[in-house]
C-alpha cells in the first residue's frame, strides 16, 4: 500500500514517486511537493500562514 503524503509547506497531497524528503539534524521530517515549497520553508523561512497561494492561508 503506498502511503500518500502531504507537503509540509502548502499543504497539498504528493504523488506517489514525487516530491522530495528534507531531513533536519534535529530528526525533523519535512515533505514538499516542488523546489518551490521547500525554498520557501527552508531558506526563506516563510510561514505557510501568510503566504496567499497555500492551502494553509489564514484570511483575517
Do not use: H
Request: charged share 40%; net charge positive; with cysteine.
Amino acid at each position: 500500500m503506498v502511503e500518500r503524503r502531504v507537503c509540509s509547506f502548502c499543504g497539498n497531497e504528493i504523488e506517489p514517486g514525487t516530491g522530495k524528503m528534507y531531513i533536519k539534524k534535529d530528526a525533523t521530517i519535512f515533505f514538499f511537493c516542488s523546489n518551490k515549497c521547500q525554498k520557501n520553508k527552508i531558506k526563506l523561512k516563510r510561514v505557510a500562514r501568510r503566504v496567499r497561494w497555500t492551502k494553509r492561508f489564514e484570511r483575517k
